[in-house]
Structures are given as structure tokens and as C-alpha cells.
């Protein structure tokens, strides 16, 4: 009877122990899983704020290349004009008739060159009215930030989704069923549940006479990231 008072007394001080043990390394799961988690949605945020910056800074860097591609034909048209005002005074000042017919093979090119600037004057109109219309990038810069909060939310949804064959997780659940003897010490199963688990073998106790081991794959709806689920048991 002492003895048995014994061995009871030590199973649960073995037992406390495992508790502790098993408490220790659960806090510490959650804790690795915690940051885990708090690293994936990160992430994710992050290359859906950088997709959209890198959109918005390649449609804004088209609008203001066009604005300034303008502003150059502009200038070159407005030097053009100050040239041909110029070429035009000239003759204007000329205060004898004979000087004025001296320089008449001038006039055809000046009337010429006048054609081509009210050709590029029109164009200019044109294109400057399109320009005005076209206010898709300033609409786009104001919808940011509901694109991103729709982009990102969308995000966060799949990744807590988990579909079958899509994201799956495995909890391996290390069972020790104990001996069907009425005199053997009943031994509590045992259960290695973890997060990101990423070992490549885990250690059980021995097997003795006719206990077993049994390995149950169970889904863990909460994973977030690759798996693999190859187990190999020796």
C-alpha cells in the first residue's frame, strides 16, 4: 500500500512537471505563432502598398511627362512665333519703297512659316483641351486609399481563409494509449500541438509491451503559410 501511495505521489509530481513543461512551451508557440502572424499580415500589407504606390507613381510619371512633353512644344512654338513677329517688323521698318520690294523674296517663306505655327498652334489647342478633360490620374491619386483598404482587406480575407488542398496545417497529435494490464501504470496521452511547426522529426518515448504509437493529422484552420505534411515514423 505504501508503495502504491508512493508511486502515486510520483506520478504527480511527474505530472506537475509536465504541466509546467507543456505550459512553457505553449506560451512559447503562441508567442512564435504571434509574431508569425503579425509578420504575414505585414508582409502582405506591404507588397499590396507597394503595388498600388508603384501604379500611382507609374500613371503619375505618364500624366506629368505629357504635361511637360506640352509645355516644351509650347515654348518652341511661342520662340517660333517671337521669330517669325521679328522677321515680319523688319520688313515692316523698311521706309522706302525700294527697300521694301528688295526684300519681297522674303515674304512667301514668312507666310509659309506662318501656316506651319497656326498648323502647330491648332494641334497645340487640341491637345491642350485633352488634356484639360483627361483627370483619370487626379481621380485615381484620390481614390488611394480606398483602393488599398479594398486591396488589403481582400488580402487579409484569403490569407484567413483556409480552403481545402489551398492551406492546410498539421497538428501532430502523439498518442500513448497505456497497457491493457490491470497492474500497469496508466499513462496519459500525450498530445505535441504546435504552431509553424517546422521540425523535421520529434522524439516520443520508447514503446514498451504493448503500448502503440498513433499519429492523428488534424486541420489547424489558423495556419498561415507552406506546409508539409510528410511524416515518417521508425
Not at 489558423?222 to 508539409?228: A, E
Request: charged fraction near 25%; proline fraction near 3%; aromatic fraction near 4%.
Amino acid at each position: 500500500m505504501s508503495t502504491v501511495v508512493q508511486e502515486q505521489s510520483q506520478k504527480m509530481e511527474d505530472l506537475c512537471e509536465e504541466l509546467e513543461d507543456v505550459h512553457r512551451q505553449a506560451c512559447q508557440k503562441v508567442e512564435n505563432q504571434y509574431r508569425r502572424l503579425l509578420e504575414d499580415t505585414t508582409s502582405a500589407l506591404r507588397q499590396q502598398k507597394q503595388a498600388l504606390i508603384q501604379s500611382l507613381t507609374s500613371a503619375k510619371s505618364k500624366s506629368v511627362s505629357q504635361l511637360h512633353k506640352h509645355l516644351d512644344v509650347n515654348s518652341k512654338t511661342s520662340k517660333q512665333v517671337e521669330d517669325l513677329m521679328e522677321s515680319c517688323k523688319k520688313i515692316l521698318d523698311e521706309d522706302h519703297t525700294k527697300g521694301l520690294l528688295s526684300r519681297a523674296t522674303e515674304i512667301p517663306p514668312l507666310i509659309e512659316q506662318t501656316q506651319e505655327i497656326e498648323d502647330c498652334l491648332q494641334k497645340s489647342r487640341t491637345h491642350y483641351c485633352e488634356l484639360v478633360r483627361s483627370c483619370s490620374i487626379q481621380q485615381d491619386l484620390k481614390r488611394a486609399v480606398t483602393k488599398f483598404r479594398s486591396a488589403s482587406m481582400s488580402c487579409l480575407q484569403v490569407m484567413a481563409t483556409d480552403e481545402p488542398g489551398k492551406c492546410q496545417s498539421i497538428i501532430p497529435l502523439i498518442k500513448s494509449p497505456s497497457s491493457a494490464g490491470k497492474e500497469a501504470p496508466r499513462v496519459q496521452n500525450k498530445c505535441l500541438t504546435t504552431w509553424g511547426f517546422n521540425s523535421t522529426s520529434f522524439t516520443a518515448e520508447s514503446l514498451d509491451s504493448n503500448s502503440l504509437w498513433s499519429v492523428t493529422i488534424e486541420k489547424n484552420s489558423s495556419h498561415v503559410g507552406d506546409t508539409k505534411s510528410d511524416i515518417y515514423l521508425e
